[in-house]
């Protein structure tokens, strides 16, 4: 059995994700939805068995699973309408979701067509045991980040440090899950997962640090409950075309691809 998958968008993680598929026999990448103006940019690095489209209503009704992989603005353009038209999205951009509005519009659509929304992990691991704990288990949870300077160029740290001339650790951010998921939609998206995994965005706890001497994008969640406590870290390399997003990105994203396909999977 081979399913059929459409992915939104064709930036770093989408071609990352192409390479992955294309060598696995029960998997194939048959769409690929982009804005307008990126149609035939998209269709020029791509073969001719992958269809780019520029609109939901262009799904193909054999679509077995749509994955998000372009950013906050595409999840709320596009999700409920995907939603709506019956297929399971996988959403990496987590981050959208701290927006109550879209959160609403999104239940709309599952309510009436019944598909259903699964939020991939992305860069962090031990989301299945904080989730397995749920927010009625935990009585605090703090998240901290740790990227290279050039990962936070073009956020607000611009104007919290010199990242150009950085040779000490600098705290960016220091918030709470909903406010740092709002204020770097392009980083931290893992910020987002933790805070629906366990006490939710505004509970939830976040420091952000730029730091030169780490090499790889590092993330710690601290947690503590009634019965457990947690406290693990999750380090991985970058994309080597955007500094500002984890190589496990791709590979959990691919790993949800197949969990879709394989008939035994972990």
Not at 90 to 108: K, M, P, Q, T
Not at 247 to 256: D, E, G, K, M
Request: hydrophobic letters at 45%; one cysteine or more.
């Amino acid at each position: 059995m081979t399913v059929s998958v459409a992915l939104i968008g064709f930036g770093a993680i989408a071609q990352d994700l192409l390479i992955k598929v294309q060598s696995d026999p029960h998997l194939r990448v048959k769409q690929i939805l982009v804005r307008a103006t990126a149609c035939d940019s998209t269709q020029a690095k791509i073969d001719l068995q992958t269809e780019v489209i520029t609109s939901v209503d262009a799904l193909d009704d054999d679509i077995d699973f749509v994955l998000e992989c372009a950013g906050h603005g595409a999840l709320k353009d596009y999700g409920a309408a995907v939603l709506a038209r019956g297929f399971d999205l996988g959403i990496l951009s987590a981050g959208a979701l701290s927006d109550d509005a879209l959160v609403a519009e999104l239940n709309s659509a599952t309510a009436q067509s019944k598909a259903k929304v699964i939020v991939v992990p992305g860069a962090i691991g031990g989301i299945d045991a904080l989730s397995a704990v749920e927010s009625g288990g935990l009585t605090s949870v703090c998240y901290t980040g740790r990227k290279a300077p050039i990962s936070w160029k073009g956020t607000p740290a611009d104007v919290v440090c010199d990242l150009d001339t950085l040779t000490e650790p600098c705290e960016i951010f220091s918030g709470t899950a909903r406010e740092a998921a709002q204020a770097f939609p392009k980083n931290a998206n893992v910020v987002a997962t933790v805070a629906l995994a366990g006490l939710g965005f505004d509970d939830t706890t976040v420091r952000l640090f730029a730091d030169p001497a780490v090499t790889r994008n590092t993330h710690r969640v601290q947690a503590v409950g009634d019965n457990v406590s947690f406290d693990f870290e999750t380090s991985s390399g970058t994309l080597p075309h955007n500094p500002r997003t984890s190589a496990l990105t791709s590979q959990s994203a691919y790993r949800a691809l197949k969990l879709r396909a394989y008939p035994f999977s972990t």
